[in-house]
Each structure stands twice: as C-alpha cells, then as structure tokens.
C-alpha cells in the first residue's frame, strides 16, 4: 500500500531541498596592502563555488603620497566553467584615471580588450585557459607553468624556486608570491604607479 505523503509535508521537503540545492560555498581571505612598510590598504579576495560555476573576486582599495595623494579602487571578477576559463573584468578608478580590462570566450577564442594607467592590448587567443593570476590567492600553482595576467591580457610564465616560492614573469616585470601549507602569505607585487605588497591578514 503507497505511502501518503501530506500537501504541506510535500512542500516543505521540495522548497528545503530547492534551498539546499541552491547554496553556494564560498570562502574568503582578507589582505593588507602595505608600501614601505606602511599598511595603505585593503583587498578581499572572495572564491564562491554555484553548482559547476567558480567565481573569483578581489576587490582592494588603496590610498599614499606619491608626489600627491594617489587613490586606486581596484576590483576583479573572473569565472571558470568547470575548471574552463569563461571570462575576467578588471576594472579600476584613479585620480589619474579609470581604466577597463576584459576578457571573454567567444565561440573557441577569447577576445581580449586590455587597458590600464599607460597601457592598451587588444587580441584573440585561440588556446584555452586554465589558470589566472587570481587563482594564486587561493591555490599554490604546483605543477602550473603558464597562466593569463587577467588585467594585461597576456600569459605569463610562473617559475618554481623551491618549496613555495614562486615568480612570475610578463612585460619584463616580476611579482613573487610566498606560500605556506598551499596558503598565500605575501605576494611583492609590480604595478606601474608603484610597487607594493599583499600580506595575508592573521
């Protein structure tokens, strides 16, 4: 003899398992900026896990005398589709102006439209994508040799120099990354107004 489930038990147990279904694991890891020593910002990085959709975002703002006071809001936003790279936007506003990178997958190619503070890069990439630089803040890149530089548009070398250190190398310039327990401690990082370190918060 079937069993007689009631309407409203039905409805609870259907609306419980959409909610469960539809939860989204995310983890997140705060970063001071510091310059010289000196803390002069913040930077959130935020992995969300939705179904076979992975998002990452770092979002950071910054504010030092350089010859004036400089101000930079900085945000990325990249997701992969089953460990595919989809698409990346870096935007950043600056008193020395507000700048737009893109990146996105077009049929079996990527269309790239980079720009930043003196820089502009348009392209097509036929080979796929598998690793970006904001992954590095949430993964040790073992095993990992090439990844694209989200804000430039261009891929870019990672070099291994023992038990977690790493490099990478684009346009000639070098950030290098510290891990420890596959966690990102520090990276010193290359940026054109000026150079500056990321420094996991305890």
């Known amino acids: 003899m079937p ?3 009631p309407a409203l038990t039905f409805l609870f147990i259907t609306v419980f398992f959409l909610l469960t279904s539809s939860l989204k694991a995310q983890e997140v890891i705060d970063f001071d900026i510091k310059l010289a020593g000196f803390t002069i910002g913040q930077m959130k990085a935020t992995k969300t896990l939705a179904q076979d959709t992975t998002t990452y975002r770092l979002d950071s703002k910054v504010s030092f005398w350089l010859f004036g006071t400089i101000k930079v809001d900085y945000h990325t936003e990249v997701k992969y589709h089953e460990g595919v790279f989809i698409n990346s936007k870096v ?27 003196k820089y502009e890069h348009e392209d097509i990439i036929k080979d796929p994508i598998h690793h970006s630089a904001v992954r590095l803040f949430f993964e040790e890149p073992k095993g990992i040799k090439v990844m694209m530089a989200e804000n430039l548009g261009k891929f870019s070398e990672i070099r291994s120099h023992g038990e977690g250190i790493y490099t990478t190398h684009i346009e000639g310039d070098e950030n290098k ?25 305890e």
């Open 3 to 5: 069993i007689k489930v």
């Open 91 to 117: 935007s950043s506003k600056t008193n020395r102006g507000n700048f737009i990178s893109k990146i996105w997958l077009e049929g079996n190619e990527y269309k790239i439209d980079a720009n930043g503070y």
């Open 177 to 201: 990354y510290y891990f420890q327990n596959g966690k990102m401690l520090t990276v010193s990082m290359h940026n054109p107004i000026k150079n500056y370190e990321v420094k996991r918060r």
